[in-house]
């Protein structure tokens, strides 16, 4: 079974740092792009960073440039994504996917993605 699993969510205040994790499992990870996306209550899930199989191409929302990084161990199975002066809008739950047919473009759009997790929660409140 493909799967993918986010992790390290949690309650931050504003300014503070979180990284998340992506497990993906080697059938999933081997040769996809890995992106994380987001969703805030009553908005649309948005592009956050993505990175290619071999690491070697990043992509990242604008809004996030500067304050995020996102990178892969050398086996391509885990993915962070490193988040730095958090603020409240940043409040959201956070998914990371995978993408077979762009494995070497770090796709920002969500319909290029084939496997999802189930998200983790991130809340950035004082």
């Known amino acids: 079974q493909v799967q993918l699993v986010e992790s390290g969510g949690g309650l931050v205040q504003p300014g503070e740092s979180l990284r998340l994790s992506c497990a993906a499992s080697k059938r999933t990870g081997g040769g996809s792009t890995i992106g994380w996306f987001r969703q805030a209550p009553g908005k649309e899930r948005e592009f956050v960073a993505a990175i290619s199989w071999y690491g070697s191409d990043t992509a990242y929302a604008d809004s996030m440039k500067g304050r995020v990084t996102i990178s892969r161990d050398g086996a391509g199975n885990m993915v962070y994504l490193q988040m730095n002066s958090l603020k409240p809008e940043d409040t959201a739950v956070y998914y990371c996917?995978?993408?077979?047919?762009?494995?070497?473009?770090?796709?920002?759009?969500?319909?290029?993605?084939?496997?999802w997790g189930q998200g983790t929660q991130v809340t950035v409140s004082s």
């Open positions: 996917a995978a993408s077979w047919s762009r494995p070497m473009t770090p796709t920002t759009i969500s319909n290029d993605y084939d496997s």
